[in-house]
């Protein structure tokens, strides 16, 4: 489960292991039967500690799926009973006896029922918060207030008030990702949302900071493998 942030939202179970999940500026803890719902565009990773094993259950949905009634953009993360968990067993057996069509249907009803379930039932418990150090909750924050900026380690650096050195080692053990790449991810998954408004790709350029459009056009098909035109169409 490597680091990473994508435009849906995902549903994560974890049914055996334990750890640390971090989203965004914040990170909870995770044990059997832990569920969160990360909103879309939320940077998240899940950090499993050495010599460790882990099972889950992973769904990743466009917005239009989410049901109205219960629609939340909170990142949710709850300590779920069995009623929940069930409902991933039994999508796992469906797969092996319904075809394609079939199990589009049932993954689209079960969906719903999860989600509902989620928002609505008051007595899951919340999972426990972990602590996340200060400067890396400060970066964080920083670049996201800052997207529009040409922003580096030195720049960010300079603004939460620690070295460059310091901050690249406590950013990269914190979020897993450097924190060049962490700035990367942002600015292209922003520059994504700007090309579904219709934006034009050398605008947003320049309006995300980049000094030349191919520095963003180079980053861009890094980050999605493919030009900022296939996104605009």
């Known amino acids: 489960?490597?680091?990473?942030?994508?435009?849906?939202?995902?549903?994560?179970?974890?049914?055996?292991?334990?750890?640390?999940?971090?989203?965004e500026n914040e990170a909870y803890n995770y044990k059997n039967n832990t569920i969160f719902l990360v909103p879309p565009t939320k940077y998240h990773v899940l950090q499993v500690p050495p010599q460790h094993r882990y099972e889950r259950f992973v769904i990743n949905f466009p917005q239009e799926l989410f049901p109205e009634c219960a629609r939340t953009d909170q990142c949710l993360h709850k300590i779920v009973d069995d009623k929940i968990v069930n409902l991933f067993y039994k999508l796992d057996e469906y797969a092996d006896s319904f075809s394609h069509e079939q199990m589009h249907v049932l993954l689209l009803s079960a969906l719903s029922e999860i989600l509902i379930l989620l928002t609505h039932d008051s007595d899951h418990k919340n999972a426990e918060k972990v602590k996340l150090p200060s400067v890396v909750k400060q970066a964080v924050d920083f670049i996201g207030n800052n997207i529009e900026k040409p922003l580096s380690l030195e720049y960010v650096a300079e603004h939460v008030f620690v070295s460059k050195s310091y901050l690249s080692h406590i950013f990269s053990k914190t979020m897993n990702v450097s924190i060049a790449r962490y700035i990367r991810i942002k600015k292209m998954y922003a520059a994504r949302n700007f090309l579904q408004q219709k934006y034009p790709a050398t605008y947003i350029s320049q309006l995300l900071g980049y000094e030349n459009y191919s520095t963003f056009l180079r980053c861009y098909r890094a980050e999605f493998g493919k030009t900022p035109s296939c996104d605009a169409e």
Not at 3 to 22: A, M
């Open 1 to 23: 489960f490597s680091s990473h942030q994508h435009s849906d939202y995902e549903i994560l179970l974890i049914i055996n292991g334990e750890g640390v999940f971090v989203v």
